[in-house]
């Protein structure tokens, strides 16, 4: 399904990779956070799924996690970064040609760990929200309208929470919060009460040391599920939306060693959702492709580089179909796979 990989550098330990188009030219575009750098670097889409060398950004120390979305309503996407080191956030806007302004920074709580950028009060507005592993909480930072935020409001999640989606999982039209704990080898579910306030989290069994989370419909109900990524226990964890925000028992499937990050999305053009993951472990990413009714066929398995911790999916050469860029932490690379 995918060509043999292209690899290009980035900044040291690489651990987070999002594709998002930052220069408003049609094309997607990549954004890796080089832990060890303490930078994030954006590289540019040239055309037909080539880029540029990275451009570097300063942000906090460690950064562990990126998120892109616009957060001042200028039509231009804008960057967030979780710095474990540091225990804040930055957020980085975008000048308009694809390069950014420094970081302002925010600040979380102990070992800010992941983030994720979604309106939760329906002010049309991007809030961020932030999984702080060392608290045992998420922090919820309400944007004031125009990029700037403010003070985090925190609520209670299990313990070492280090993935955190959004999403409206019970279709009331506002967005909650899905957080996946690494060492209560569960997953949160913090519904939203209509007004960017979140009620107490429910708790879901899922594998053990869960590092990642995804959230989609996988079974073509027209209701938001859940995807885990369980590093511990070597699978993924599929919890299916009953239709009103809570969720059936996980139904697992087998991966390769040390699954870090996972994504959904449409890979074989089917209509139906398939689970992409990063098998850390084993140096591969692994597609599972979905059936249409929340069931998923063995995974195939495609070499990347050392150490992939991140994963992200988009059509980067606008051939309409989907490809994969993997963040590859012990090789300092970042690899391509085209869609064949």
């Keep these: 399904m995918f060509y043999n990989q292209t690899i290009y550098s980035v900044g040291s330990f690489p651990i987070s990779v999002v594709v998002a188009d930052v220069n408003n030219d049609n094309k997607f575009d990549i954004v890796v956070a080089n832990r060890e750098s303490n930078n994030i670097g954006v590289l540019l889409n040239s055309g037909n799924g080539i880029f540029s060398s990275q451009i570097t950004y300063q942000v906090g120390q460690s950064p562990y996690f990126v998120a ?33 302004l420094s970081q302002v920074t925010y600040t979380a709580s102990r070992y800010t760990y992941a983030v994720a950028v979604a309106d939760v009060n329906n002010d049309n507005a991007s809030d961020i929200v932030v999984a702080n592993a060392g608290a045992r909480n998420v922090g919820v930072l309400v944007n004031k309208g125009n ?29 909650d919060i899905i957080v996946a704990n690494y060492a209560s080898n569960t997953a949160s579910v913090l519904l939203n009460n209509d007004n960017g306030i979140f009620l107490p989290h429910s708790t879901y069994s899922v594998g053990t040391k869960p590092q990642s989370l995804a959230i989609g419909d996988v079974n073509n109900d027209n209701n938001i599920d859940i995807v885990v990524a369980n590093s511990g226990s070597d699978s993924v964890s599929v919890l299916l939306n009953r239709g009103n925000g809570t969720f059936l028992s ?81 090789g300092n690379t970042i690899s391509i796979l085209l869609h064949c």
């Design 68 to 100: 892109v979305a616009d957060m001042n309503r200028d039509n231009k996407v804008d960057i967030a970064v979780a710095n474990y080191g540091a225990t804040t956030i930055s957020v980085l806007l975008n000048r308009g040609n694809g390069t950014f």
């Design 147 to 175: 990029g700037t935020f403010f003070n985090q409001i925190t609520y209670t999640v299990g313990n070492t929470p280090v993935s955190v989606q959004m999403g409206d999982v019970n279709n009331d039209n506002t967005a």
């Design 250 to 330: 996980q139904i697992t499937y087998p991966t390769s060693s040390t699954p870090y990050s996972v994504v959904i999305s449409d890979m074989n053009g089917d209509n139906n959702q398939d689970i992409i993951v990063a098998n850390s472990g084993s140096n591969t990413i692994g597609v599972l492709l979905g059936t249409g009714n929340g069931i998923f066929l063995s995974q195939l398995t495609y070499s990347v580089g050392t150490g992939p911790l991140s994963v992200a999916v988009g059509d980067v050469n606008n051939d309409n179909k989907i490809d994969i860029v993997a963040a590859n932490y012990h």
